[in-house]
């Protein structure tokens, strides 16, 4: 493998594993909120990250490369206080949606610093098309916790 492919393998495990902690994170959120439409956009979201990582982890074995398998430990921390949160708090949706919103921000820098770094056209492509949804989903949290705020 070339010291370019190693590059992109090692930026696209950053984003797998930053699509596996979404995953986790909308799946914790989808736990903890009380209100139905919630849980369920929690769960589509979900399910939305788990096949954006599938198909980083396609390209990263095209390339040659070892896929990303786990989440981060700092995703770890962040579901765990969102556990914390939603038992103190007695599943107050407001808060949980701002510690998903919280998430969403970090996602949406781990796609924009990938971005920045020179990737093969094809992927470069896949990676917009990803980055896309992290801001589609980042504005659609952030406008329904701000309905929640009233």
Not at 108 to 128: F, S
Request: charged share 30%; glycine share 8%.
């Amino acid at each position: 493998m070339s010291d370019s492919d190693n590059a992109t393998v090692t930026i696209l495990n950053d984003l797998i594993e930053t699509c596996r902690d979404g995953k986790e994170g909308f799946l914790t959120c989808a736990e903890h909120v009380t209100a139905p439409h919630l849980q369920e956009l929690f769960r589509r979201r979900a399910r939305q990250c788990d096949v954006a990582a599938q198909q980083l982890q396609e390209c990263v074995l095209e390339l040659g490369g070892q896929a990303e398998q786990g989440t981060s430990l700092g995703a770890d921390l962040h579901r765990r206080w969102i556990d914390l949160r939603a038992w103190v708090g007695g599943k107050d949706d407001e808060a949980i949606m701002s510690e998903c919103e919280r998430g969403e921000d970090v996602a949406q820098q781990h796609y924009e610093d990938a971005l920045k770094q020179a990737l093969p056209m094809d992927i470069r492509e896949l990676v917009t098309r990803q980055y896309a949804g992290v801001i589609r989903n980042q504005d659609q949290i952030r406008a329904l916790r701000r309905q929640l705020a009233g």
